[in-house]
T-cell receptor, first 114, second 109 residues
Framework: KAGVTQTPRYLIKTRGQQVTLSCSPI?????VSWYQQTPGQGLQFLFE???????NKGNFPGRFSGRQFSNSRSEMNVSTLELGDSALYLC?????????????FGPGTRLLVL | GDSVTQMEGPVTLSEEAFLTINCTYT??????LFWYVQYPGEGLQLLLK?????DKGSNKGFEATYRKETTSFHLEKGSVQVSDSAVYFC????????FGQGTELSVKP
């Protein structure tokens, strides 16, 4: 079974631009979560989508948004990019939503904001 | 709120040495606990998990036991290899994963 895939793998943008990242979950998984990884803040939860509905949201500004499609694929968007948005963005999928679910991660999208 | 604390790194060991990476958590109830590993330039790979107290997770020679008395989930391996060099993350699940800060392991031949 194919794992979680993320596109693109690398991205360079300038301040003020916007960016869209894509995530395809493991086949049959209905939940997709997004995390931001930076050297200073570590791994932080952005949001979770399950059956096209946002289930949970982390403590990030409204510039960070996401959505999930009927095939469970998910996108996240960051508008008005700031230098501090440079990070590795990780997507994870799980069969369902809840404390007992196991999340499987993709390789990440590395975003550099100049 | 819920949190996870890991021992500071980096940890440097010789090949075949015994490994322990400490992880303690603060949480209400009994969340599921996980260890993930991240190799350079890659995403996180699930290493092992435990979903209830006294469960032992194991994989590829790594083990961790869910200890509710000490709120700990320490990672151990009896004999490390150079290929185990990576960053290890302990995490608890509240629907979302809450991670420790990560522990970098370097194994020298």
């Amino acid at each position: 079974k194919a794992g979680v895939t993320q596109t693109p793998r690398y991205l360079i943008k300038t301040r003020g631009q916007q960016v869209t990242l894509s995530c395809s979950p493991i086949s049959g998984h209905r939940s997709v979560s997004w995390y931001q990884q930076t050297p200073g803040q570590g791994l932080q939860f952005l949001f979770e989508y399950f059956s096209e509905t946002q289930r949970n949201k982390g403590n990030f500004p409204g510039r960070f948004s996401g959505r999930q499609f009927s095939n469970s694929r998910s996108e996240m968007n960051v508008s008005t990019l700031e230098l501090g948005d440079s990070a590795l963005y990780l997507c994870a999928s799980s069969l369902g939503s809840g404390d007992k679910e196991t999340q499987y991660f993709g390789p990440g999208t590395r975003l550099l904001v100049l | 709120g819920d949190s996870v604390t890991q021992m500071e790194g980096p940890v440097t060991l010789s090949e075949e040495a015994f490994l322990t990476i400490n992880c303690t958590y603060t949480a209400t109830g009994y969340p599921s606990l996980f260890w993930y590993v991240q190799y350079p330039g890659e995403g996180l790979q699930l290493l092992l998990k435990a979903t209830k107290a006294d469960d032992k997770g194991s994989n590829k020679g790594f083990e961790a036991t869910y200890r509710k008395e000490t709120t700990s989930f320490h990672l151990e391996k009896g004999s490390v290899q150079v290929s185990d060099s990576a960053v290890y993350f302990c995490a608890l699940s509240r629907g979302k994963l809450i991670f420790g800060q990560g522990t970098e392991l370097s194994v020298k031949p």
